[in-house]
């Protein structure tokens, strides 16, 4: 499987695990379905998804009659299909385990208590933490109870009076805007270096060691977008430029971004991040020696860029044995290198985890490193994270 952002990589399996944690239960469970395809019978494929998807509905913060009913359907695909494991034991006729019985019982409870994430128990082992273990150790380890209780007691003072004095500071901050500052500008959900990890890299550089050899292109093509209209040449003669008002580029390696709501149904697309850089303040135009500022319409400094190669867009079905969309890379009719684009960074929403289509790894000689250049198709992990089951399933 290839590395993931936000999914532990197992180098050596999981078969020689003794005592798991329950953090390396959830990195199983994100990549289980994954490595199963192709080396599992089709019933134990559709019992392990069922499951899986039985987990992480389970998991929704909020209900409705419409996801309870999912899960009452996850259900009854696993028990219709369970069958599958009880033959592959040998000691046991029958999967008899208490948490299995219990999930029968999931649906009920939550329509009486509540969702599920009010009673996890990783809340409760962080309280130990924050109300038993530091409480301890601000005593001086006799006749502690008294003591913790006062601790706990000064902590609850110091957060209200922040709550209130940050309340204090929001309110006479709001009284001196204007009725038409309402509506503001919004941060961006991308959080990147102030300074990039290389500078000045020259474009052939760029494209060789980020084995994106159609970025200088898709450069042009966008540098010809940014022109005016009247300005604009069709995208045979964008191409034919023979240089850009430019040959050096800052480059960074990555950056961090958080999962934002969207509401719209624009919809999404795979794509593979290549580069990503920022155009310079600065550009020498064909047959002059001095230097000039970019245009203003170009995007500004502060403002990165990205260039990636697209992968094929979701189809309508899903495949009907793991339930994933099935991608595979997107290539050039005419010559059949991969489709680049440049798009602003901005557009990134969420990493997302390609598994082979295919269980033929030795035979095709692929690894986790060279997977994603050689595999003809994939299939997109939709068990990566929580926001990532709730965008695609």
């Known amino acids: 499987l290839p590395p993931t952002c936000g999914v532990r990589h197992f180098k050596k399996g999981i078969a020689d695990f003794s005592q798991v944690t329950g953090t390396e239960h959830k990195h199983i469970a994100r990549i289980l379905l994954a490595s199963l395809t192709g080396k599992v019978d089709q019933r134990g494929i559709i019992a392990c ?13 909020s209900h409705d009659e419409d996801t309870l009913g999912y899960m009452d359907l996850e259900l009854n695909v696993w028990h219709k299909n369970k069958a599958y494991f009880v033959k592959q034991q040998t000691t046991k ?4 385990i208490p948490k299995f019985h219990s999930l029968l019982h999931y649906v009920n409870s939550i329509k009486w208590l509540g969702t599920t994430d009010n009673y996890n128990t990783e809340a409760f082992e962080r309280f130990h933490i924050d109300m038993a273990k530091e409480a301890w150790d601000a005593t001086d380890k006799r006749n502690h109870f008294p003591q913790m209780t006062q601790w706990l007691s000064r902590q609850e003072k110091i957060l209200s009076f922040d709550f209130y004095r940050n309340w204090i500071n929001s309110t006479s901050t709001n009284q ?35 084995n994106a050899p159609g970025f200088i292109l898709a450069l042009k093509l966008y540098i010809n977008s940014l022109l005016p209209k009247e300005g604009q040449v069709t995208k045979a003669e964008a191409l034919s430029i023979g240089c850009l008002p430019f040959t050096l580029l800052d480059v960074w390696h990555h950056f961090k971004f958080t999962p934002v709501n969207l509401f719209d149904d624009a919809g999404c697309r795979v794509a593979r991040l290549r580069v990503i850089f920022r155009l310079p303040n600065v550009v020498k135009r064909l047959g002059q020696r001095s230097e ?7 995007p500004k400094a502060e403002t990165p860029l990205a260039y990636v190669t697209w992968f094929s867009q979701f189809k309508s079905v899903l495949d009907s044995k793991n339930g994933m969309y099935r991608v595979q ?40 490193d060279n997977i994603l250049d050689k ?10 994270s929580k926001y990532t089951y709730q965008m695609i399933y």
Request: glycine share 4%; charged share 15%.
């Open 292 to 298: 000039e500022d970019a245009p203003p319409n170009w």
């Open 176 to 210: 001196g805007a204007q009725k038409n500052d309402i509506t503001l500008k919004l941060d961006t959900n991308i959080r990147i270096a102030k300074h990039p990890h290389e500078t000045k890299k020259s474009l052939n550089a760029i494209a060789n060691s980020h």
């Open 93 to 96: 006729d029958q999967i008899n």
């Open 375 to 384: 595999c003809p198709a994939f299939f997109v992990n939709n068990f990566q």
């Open 329 to 368: 890379p997107s290539v050039s009719a005419s010559n059949g290198t991969p489709q680049g684009e440049i798009i602003p960074l901005s557009d990134i929403r969420q990493s997302c985890m390609l598994v082979p289509s295919s269980s033929d790894w030795e035979g095709n000689g692929w690894t986790s």
């Open 49 to 61: 998804k069922a499951l899986l998807n039985f987990i992480h509905l389970a998991q929704y913060p």
